[in-house]
């Protein structure tokens, strides 16, 4: 009862969003990861796509992670809506803030976190949607083949397209809210400030180029007729 108290106080509010976030971003680094071995070949990715889906553990981890996601979204907008009631003055307080405070973190990223988070949420259902319960392909082993799939799906410059423009979403996404996440955390020191917001940047970075270097690979790819 106390953690409920708690978790829906304004810091605990905020803790809770940085954790789900955190959370959200660990799954995306080893989502890449396995995606990545698209790269490799078939085999690579065919073998670590069917370990993955044949685990009866898979179904208790997409439940969590659903979870974790609604949590997350239902958190920041509470959050918002919290902001802008106990602030009915908003924009004169922003506008005097940035006026007296030029070192203000303030940004059009941190402005518009439900808007992209928004997309992004969308992008995901229709990304399920696409994968999860796309085309059946089977390999001559009797496994699922999501490579065949993939490069089906991203031979379509449409979608290609579409992916992009959500990963570059996404990148707006992280790059304010893996900083915000570990200042929510206490990580919010002069020393360290700097250093966090570094760490949190090249991560988005590098999550981004990630999810920019799969389709583009399999367009090509696919278009070379291989």
């Known amino acids: 009862m106390r953690l409920l108290q708690a978790s829906a106080s304004s810091i605990g509010s905020k803790i809770v969003i940085a954790l789900t976030g955190l959370g959200l ?7 890449l990861a396995g995606n990545l071995l ?30 974790i996601f609604f949590l997350h979204i239902a ?7 919290g902001n802008k009631a106990a602030r009915p003055t908003g924009y004169a307080v922003r506008r005097w803030a940035k006026t007296k405070n030029p070192k203000s973190r303030k940004s059009v990223a941190s402005s518009s976190m439900i808007a992209t988070g928004t997309i992004v949420a969308l992008f995901v259902v229709t990304h399920l949607a696409t994968f999860k319960f796309g085309t059946f392909y089977q390999t001559p082993d009797g496994m699922r083949d ?12 449409a979608y290609v397209l579409f992916y ?24 919010d020191h002069p020393q360290w400030t700097p250093r966090v917001m570094t760490a949190g940047r090249v991560l988005a970075v ?5 999810f920019f270097i799969i389709p583009i690979y399999t367009f090509v790819l696919s278009r070379s007729g291989q």
């Open 25 to 31: 971003a660990g799954f995306l680094i080893t989502h």
């Open 38 to 67: 698209f790269l490799v070949g078939p085999e690579a990715f065919n073998e670590y796509s069917h370990k993955l889906i044949s685990n009866p553990l898979i179904y208790a981890a997409e439940i969590g992670l659903l979870g």
């Open 75 to 81: 958190k920041t907008v509470a959050a918002v809506i």
């Open 146 to 157: 999501l490579y065949r799939l993939q490069l089906e799906i991203f031979s379509n410059p």
């Open 164 to 187: 992009l423009v959500a990963m570059g979403i996404l990148f707006f996404h992280l790059w304010h809210g893996l900083v915000s996440a570990m200042q929510s955390l206490g990580l």
């Open 206 to 210: 590098v999550l981004a180029a990630g």
